[in-house]
């Protein structure tokens, strides 16, 4: 049972445009939501992150808007380059269970165009 | 300071035979984590072990085990491969498995059942 959805499944941008990904939960026990960036052959790397007590957080140019009662959240990209060309995952997790489990969106591969 | 660590980078196997694959966490982390990462199914948590013990595991068949040593080196066993058995295997480490570390990713091993 899929338990974060997200969407697009892809995403095309032209430089310095704005890339947005969504995402929506069902357990109302998440309470840590990060966005990992993966690049081709590599692991997936934390690029921000965001607990429900806050509805957005900002760092550079990336933005999580999120909305408890809707149970969504949001990915922001602005002024989208080419080198953020890559596969995002967002992703939720268990406040106060002891586990580092992370239940992972499928994925939105994004190209920025020059 | 080195990056979480896997071995080998890629692996081809047979139906049938069994594999393990190895994850060395940055030093000084303790939790470790492994996903399974296919096209079709994206990113899925298999399993956890904080301090060499198993504390959560993925819908995953008894096939797929794994450990923990006492220098947080973790290790996953395939048993019985099948052709659906053929993804990236990413393992995970976190300083201390609670929800404010973050986690950091290996490359993976890209594992090919024939």
């Known amino acids: ?114 | 300071k080195a990056g979480v660590t896997q071995t080998p980078r890629y692996l081809i196997k047979t139906r049938g035979q069994q594999v393990t694959l190895s994850c060395s966490p940055i030093s000084g982390h303790r939790s470790v984590s492994w996903y399974q990462q296919t096209p079709g199914q994206g990113l899925q948590f298999l399993f956890e072990y904080f301090s060499e013990t198993q504390r959560n595991k993925g819908n995953f068949p008894g096939r797929f085990s794994g450990r923990q040593f006492s220098n947080s080196r973790s290790e996953m066993n395939v048993s019985t491969l099948e052709l659906g058995d053929s993804a990236l295997y990413l393992c995970a480490s976190s300083l201390r498995g609670v929800i404010t570390d973050t986690q950091y990713f290996g490359p993976g091993t890209r594992l090919t059942v024939l």
């Not at chain 1, 840590?32 to 960036?37: A, G, L, S």
């Not at chain 1, 992370?102 to 591969?109: A, E, K, Q, S, V």
Request: proline share 6%.
């Open chain 1, 1 to 114: 049972q899929q338990q974060v959805k997200q969407s697009p499944q892809s995403l095309i941008v032209q430089k310095g445009g704005i890339s947005i990904i969504n995402c929506a939960y069902e357990n109302t026990a998440f309470d840590y939501f990060p966005w990992y960036q993966q690049f081709p052959g590599k692991g997936p790397a934390l690029l921000i992150a965001i607990r429900p007590d806050v509805s957005e957080k900002k760092e550079g140019r990336f933005t999580i808007s999120f909305n408890k009662s809707a149970k969504q959240f949001s990915l922001h990209i602005m002024d989208s380059q080419p080198g953020d060309s890559a596969t995002y995952f967002c992703a939720a997790r268990k406040l106060g269970f002891n586990t580092d489990k992370l239940i992972f969106g499928t994925g939105t591969r994004l190209q920025v165009f020059p």
